[in-house]
Nanobody, 130 residues
Framework: QVQLVESGGGLVEPGGSLRLSCAGSGFSLSDYAVGWFRQAPGKQREGVSMISSLDSESRYADSVKGRFTISRGDARVTVYLQMNDLKADDTAVYYC???????????????????????WGKGTQVTVSS
């Protein structure tokens, strides 16, 4: 059973920053393409960011471009989402998602659509409020 665990959510004032983390439970994300999604109350889940399996590309939703950054940590064990200049509209449950690749020389570049991902975390709450 593949399990993903998110952390780093919380309450922050508008203009503040948070860094979310995603890690596999008992395994490394080094062979996975990884995405971040979010779902606000009463709205559909939307793609926020992704990083390809070999890190050749990263992509962002227009609403967060220039404010959020996705990256991998040491030894590619963990994936981060750095969130700066947070706005009230960023309030949502944030989910980490991943899909495994064969690794090696071929980079898998997913979209920001849910169907590109096989494994999901349970989410972490981000609330932006004064």
């Amino acid at each position: 059973q593949v399990q993903l665990v998110e952390s780093g959510g919380g309450l922050v004032e508008p203009g503040g920053s948070l860094r979310l983390s995603c890690a596999g439970s008992g395994f490394s994300l080094s062979d996975y393409a990884v995405g971040w999604f979010r779902q606000a109350p009463g709205k559909q889940r939307e793609g926020v960011s992704m990083i390809s399996s070999l890190d050749s590309e990263s992509r962002y939703a227009d609403s967060v471009k220039g404010r959020f950054t996705i990256s991998r940590g040491d030894a590619r064990v963990t994936v981060y989402l750095q969130m700066n200049d947070l706005k009230a509209d960023d309030t949502a449950v944030y989910y980490c998602a991943a899909t495994r690749t064969l690794g090696g020389k071929v980079d898998f570049i997913p979209t920001l659509q849910e169907y590109d991902y096989d494994y999901w975390g349970k989410g972490t709450q981000v609330t932006v409020s004064s």
